[in-house]
């Protein structure tokens, strides 16, 4: 199978996968959102933001360094992952411990002390997990992945529902979280025996290399969840657990929406890994398609969600999130979720390019480069945040993503540029806004027609417009099915 295709279908699978967890964790948010209120959702938001923090120690550049090391040729694939999962185990029993004692020191997290427990337990299996997706990922088998991470997902939904009708509190619907993760990590491991055989190993000299690698991407990592993160954290204690509440379910809807580029580029990544090492001509094609399919997807998902979002806030979380608001209007619009998801959707659309440099300068090894373009962006998100949190609330708080990822995006575009000269043809822009102003304008004049039906019809015209303009062709589709190479 061509990498085109293969990279094609391992997108495909995960978009398809990723539409059924999105579609169970939807389900979860409207169950959570009604039963627990805006407070209690505060929350519940609060607790797994603040695991995020500590996830980013737990991985530690752990899964790039193996998808990067084992994309490599001539490689003893099954020693690097089992001293990667080996030593990742003891990191993440040790980070998620600390992540629980420190929450003591936090006189705000008082009453999700408990729950920042059993998050934290849950974590360790998720990172585990994490493992065996890299794998997946460099055998572009990613459907392996997308069957386990769906399987938890149902698991957790089952027991989150069983447990609201039991009137059971926040803490105990919490371990449902535990239990699927682990179910998804149980059913890595039988999948991914055929190609690792799992048992401990204790090469210290290869974790000195692991560590010393690994640590570049994380303290980039780090450094990333802050600036990406640190919101949700400033809203929990500047403001209210009602304004975290209030943001909570955009904030999910956008963790969802930003796992499109991250999919894609993830399956893209071992490709040009390749391609760089073995110095391949065709790496300056795969980063123009990765560039026009980024586009072709980013810009219409943020007019779309634009246009519908009082209608998406309203599914996911309920009317309560519509009127609910703790600040003024702003230039007359009602301060609600539903504003703070259409600000925050414009940053997920810079988002998808952001992604293409980023995961470029980590294919060529040049992570440690984004050290310092990192603490500027952390630097310029918690000075912005800091300032206008106090006054704007979640509303600040979206504006400086989107402000941010602006910034993100010209310091990667021009950090990648000094070690590569990968030229980008724009052709395909003025193509895809063409589109997004004509679905824009069909999702404005049809606003009272059922979002059920608006979502696949929008979709249906814009790529109907695409292909009359030439933003893609008969051909280059029918390429996933020929046996051709990107």
């Known amino acids: 199978m061509s990498n085109t295709r293969r990279i094609a279908f391992n997108t495909i699978i995960q978009v398809i996968g990723k539409v059924i967890t999105t579609v169970i964790s939807l389900f979860l948010v409207a169950a959570l959102t009604r039963y627990l209120g805006v407070s209690g959702y505060g929350q519940y938001t609060t607790i797994f933001a603040y695991l995020q923090f500590f996830a980013v120690f737990a991985d530690f550049g752990f899964f790039w360094f193996l998808v990067r090391e084992i994309s490599k040729p001539d490689v003893d694939q099954e020693k690097i992952f089992n001293n990667v999962i080996t030593f990742r185990s003891i990191m993440a029993a040790f980070i998620f411990t600390l992540a629980f004692f420190v929450a003591f020191l936090v006189p705000q997290y008082h009453d999700i002390r408990t729950g920042i427990g059993i998050i934290a337990a849950a974590s360790f299996w998720q990172a585990l997990n994490g493992t065996y997706v890299g794998i997946f990922q460099n055998r572009l088998r990613m459907d392996k992945a997308a069957l386990t991470d769906v399987l938890g997902r149902i698991v957790i939904l089952a027991l989150v529902i069983w447990q609201i009708k039991m009137q059971m509190p926040l ?21 991914g025996r055929v190609y690792v055989k799992f048992r401990f190993a204790f090469d210290f000299k290869f974790w000195k290399k692991i560590f010393r690698e690994s640590a570049l991407i994380f303290i980039v990592s780090i450094l990333g969840i802050i600036y990406f993160k640190m919101d949700i954290l ?20 956008i963790e969802i929406l930003i796992l499109l580029p991250a999919m894609f580029m ?27 399919f980024l586009v072709i997807t980013g810009i219409p998902i943020a007019v779309g969600v634009i246009f519908t979002a009082s209608r998406v806030i309203e599914i996911v979380a309920g009317q309560e999130f519509l009127s609910a608001h703790t600040i003024a209007p702003i230039f007359g619009l009602t301060a609600n979720s539903a504003l703070a998801l259409q600000i925050l959707v414009i940053a997920v659309a810079i988002s998808f390019l952001s992604h293409l440099f980023g995961y470029m300068i980590i294919a060529l090894g040049k992570q440690t480069k984004m050290i310092l373009p990192n603490v500027i962006l952390v630097i310029f998100n918690i000075g912005l945040n800091i300032i206008l949190i106090p006054r704007f609330s979640y509303i600040g708080a979206a504006a400086v993503t989107v402000l941010t990822e602006i910034l993100v995006v010209y310091l990667y575009w021009r950090l990648m540029h000094r070690f590569i000269d990968l030229k980008i043809h724009w052709k395909i822009l003025p193509k895809v806004i063409l589109g997004s102003m004509i679905l824009g304008l069909f999702l404005f004049i049809c606003k009272n027609l059922s979002l059920w039906f608006l979502i696949p019809a929008g979709i249906g015209i814009y790529l109907i417009i695409l292909y009359l303009v030439k933003g893609f062709s008969k051909e280059s589709v029918l390429e996933i099915f020929r046996p051709k190479n990107i």
């Open 234 to 253: 400033m809203l929990s204690l500047l403001r209210s657990s009602t304004d975290v509440g209030i943001y909570g379910p955009s904030y999910k809807v």
């Open 171 to 191: 803490e105990r619907i919490l371990w449902s979280y535990f239990f699927g993760n682990l179910v998804n990590f149980v059913l890595s491991g039988v999948l």
């Open 266 to 292: 993830g399956n893209v990544f071992p490709v040009v890994t390749r391609y760089i090492y073995a110095k391949d001509n065709r790496l300056g094609n795969a980063f123009q398609k990765s560039f026009d």
